[in-house]
Nanobody, 119 residues
Framework: QVQLVESGGGLAQPGGSLRLSCAAS????????MAWARQAPGKGLEWVSG????????SYADSVKGRFTISRDNDRNMLYLQMNSLKPEDTALYYC????????????RGQGTQGTVSS
């Protein structure tokens, strides 16, 4: 079964950190670019970061550049997002998606993990 399962969300204080993980299964993970996207309450889906299958080409939205780091472990079929210096506006449901940056309704995605930044 082809699926993506996110974990690692939770509550963090402003300035704090969270590390998100995504476990991929059912497909050859290493040949696909992957990305993180998020959806804040009442807003549309926002691309956050993408990375190519070989781990190169990490790219970030301006809103998270310098604070978030995307990485992957192809031996373990895992995708990660290290989020530092968190801001309240980072509060969102975070999705792991099988794409680099072009996301449409048919793009494979997980169920999401909630990240909340609040004091």
């Amino acid at each position: 079964q082809v699926q993506l399962v996110e974990s690692g969300g939770g509550l963090a204080q402003p300035g704090g950190s969270l590390r998100l993980s995504c476990a991929a299964s059912g497909f050859t993970f290493s040949i696909f670019a992957m990305a993180w996207a998020r959806q804040a309450p009442g807003k549309g889906l926002e691309w956050v970061s993408g990375i190519y299958g070989d781990g190169s080409g990490a790219s970030y939205a301006d809103s998270v550049k310098g604070r978030f780091t995307i990485s992957r472990d192809n031996d373990r079929n895992m995708l990660y997002l290290q989020m530092n210096s968190l801001k309240p506006e980072d509060t969102a449901l975070y999705y792991c998606v099988r794409a680099f940056s072009s996301i449409n309704p048919r793009t494979l995605r997980g169920q999401g993990t909630q990240g909340t930044v609040s004091s």
